[in-house]
């Protein structure tokens, strides 16, 4: 990955508190700091670290997009010359002669175009055919692989991602759910029963607020639903969820996610010990389960939201060598990844009992006074997946355009859309601060045919082309490249997967993180075996080992 080392507000790639003046300052790290009582006061902390904080706060317990001082974190994951960092897929000069001024125009520009992009009035486009369970599916995955907590919005000038830290490690390898592992997080484990072997470590699961019965019912239907006392995750005497990473307890599906992957490592044990399998059963176990989720996201997520053409394409041409150096593209994480906000639908269809919710008590449903999760809202993962037991209601995704859900309308309780305002119009601040190309000079420099305006602006209502047209046409000639990304997928894909520049931005980067691990799928060899099809594996294959959804 290139870096532009000149980039003004970026000091050097190493220096981790570059892009946070505020944290040097209260570090000392500028010899300035007075430390003497009632002499001076530490600055003010920034604007989205201060809303992160009330954000994560119990009663909202929104982590994912929150933003820490990085004081927060033990040093030797900031400061090491080996720890993880942010970069760019495309060279200094493409990106200095493509990205938006970092002026106060352009931000009020940009914050039109997300006020227009959180209007709920825009969605006509039908269901996809891509059932809803892979939105989550994308939403764990992103939480698998990247997570950056310092960068600027309110930056005043560009920042260069080369300094930004990313705090979860750029592979597959599920660290979410494992954590460090038994020894170190011995929180996340429960012990071998007692006359199993010492190593059969199984990930500990939590209990059931009883309020009657939910989940699945598989081939009984409603008949066979009941009143579940362990589908959640496991959780403190405060409620708080005790998993890898706590974005994924920030909406009911994606925790209920969460806990399904905690039972296929079971399940997997469970057979290891039952196959009398007489080496370590923890490390077989993870191992095992590992393998069979990579498979599952390079041959079954990845090619609905990518296609399967650009899929083949990244795994016959990428080339990465085992444990070379990496920087998480930027292009990717703050750009073509964003594309699960404009899948979420506004109901969902979650077990027999709960037939249509909102996606507002999906999120209200994972906090107090409904912890732990009410036996009555354990979901029915038939609905999300093709698990082949019919349910009345199949959840399919919304297709993929620029229209964020309106579902994320009124999550705060404000009765407006200003959240999901706030939403769009943070994702297009942070790629100009981030100094992100646009996406014609992205798609040119990485091979990809140019979106016309034409083609730009097809099907789009005159007021958001008004804004795409204000200062002579910036935003047409220089377009956001998350934007871009969204409306290249409705208009060369119908919505129905991302269009060729984000298809070929994101299969690239998983292509890239699995062969860069010397043991992924791509560098070792493996055919899935648990999979209803031998040589073959599903996330549906998945939520069945892991017993979640019915007999």
């Known amino acids: 990955m290139s870096t532009d080392t000149t980039t003004p507000g970026a000091k050097s790639p190493g220096d981790a508190f570059a892009a946070q003046p505020f944290l040097r300052e209260q570090l000392g790290l500028n010899g300035t700091r007075e430390r003497s009582p009632g002499e001076r006061q530490a600055p003010r902390l920034p604007v989205d670290i201060r809303g992160s904080l009330e954000a994560v706060r119990p009663e909202h317990g929104r982590f994912h997009g929150a933003k820490f001082s990085l004081g927060y974190f033990p040093a030797h994951e900031v400061f090491s010359s080996a720890a993880d960092k942010f970069g760019y897929l495309t060279k200094p000069k493409v990106r200095a002669a493509s990205r938006l001024p970092v002026d106060d125009a352009t931000r009020a520009l940009l914050t039109q175009l997300g006020d227009l992009m959180a209007n709920s009035g825009r969605e006509t486009a039908d269901d996809s055919a891509t059932p809803s369970g892979y939105t989550y599916v994308g939403q764990f995955v992103d939480h698998d692989i990247t997570l950056d907590v310092s960068s600027a919005l309110d930056a005043p000038e560009l920042v260069d991602a080369a300094v930004i830290n990313n705090m979860r490690s750029p592979m597959l390898d ?15 484990y429960a012990a071998p029963a007692p006359g199993e072997p010492a190593s059969a470590f199984r990930m500990l699961l939590g209990t059931n607020l009883q309020s009657g019965p939910g989940g699945a019912g598989g081939a009984a239907g409603g008949n066979g639903i009941i009143a579940h006392t362990d589908f959640d995750v496991p959780r403190t005497s405060a409620l708080t969820a005790i998993i890898g990473d706590p974005r994924n307890n920030e909406n009911l599906i994606v925790s209920q996610l969460h806990h399904t992957m905690l039972r296929f490592h079971n399940a997997i044990v469970d057979a290891l010990i039952a196959s009398g399998f007489t080496g370590d059963i923890f490390v077989a176990a993870k191992r095992e389960a590992t393998l069979h989720y990579q498979w599952a996201v390079l041959h079954d997520f990845l090619p609905r939201i990518c296609g399967q053409a650009a899929v083949d394409d990244a795994v016959a041409n990428v080339k990465a060598k085992p444990n070379s150096p990496f920087q998480m593209p930027v292009e990717f994480s703050v750009a073509a990844y964003r594309f699960g906000h404009s899948m979420i639908r506004d109901q969902y269809w979650l077990n027999f009992e709960l037939r249509n919710k909102p996606m507002s008590d999906v999120f209200k449903f994972i906090h107090e006074p409904h912890l732990p999760v009410r036996s009555n809202w354990v979901v029915d993962f038939n609905a999300f997946f093709e698990t082949g ?4 209601v199949f959840n399919n995704a919304r297709k993929i355009d620029s229209v964020l859900a309106s579902a994320l309308e009124d999550l ?7 959240l999901m305002s706030i939403l769009a119009t943070r994702n297009l601040h942070r790629g100009l601060v981030l100094g992100l190309p646009s996406g014609q000079a992205t798609a040119a420099a990485l091979g990809v045919p140019v979106l016309t305006t034409a083609q730009l602006t097809d099907g789009l209502p005159a007021d958001e082309i008004a804004v795409l047209q204000q200062q002579n046409g910036l935003l047409l000639e220089k377009t956001p490249l998350w934007y871009y990304v969204l409306r290249e997928a409705m208009v060369t894909s119908a919505g129905e997967h991302l269009g060729p520049l984000g298809a070929k931005i994101v299969a690239d980067t998983f292509v890239t993180l699995l062969r860069r691990d010397a043991l992924s799928i791509l560098n070792v ?21 892991a017993d979640v959804i019915g007999a």
């Open 525 to 545: 060899a493996f055919s899935p075996t648990r999979g209803a099809t031998p040589g073959a594996f599903t996330f549906a294959d998945l939520v069945r080992i």
């Open 174 to 188: 599920l660290d979410s759910v494992y954590g460090r592992g038994p020894a170190v997080d011995a929180f996340l």
């Open 412 to 418: 705060d309780g404000s009765g407006s859309n200003a």
């Open 389 to 392: 037991f019919a349910v009345p």
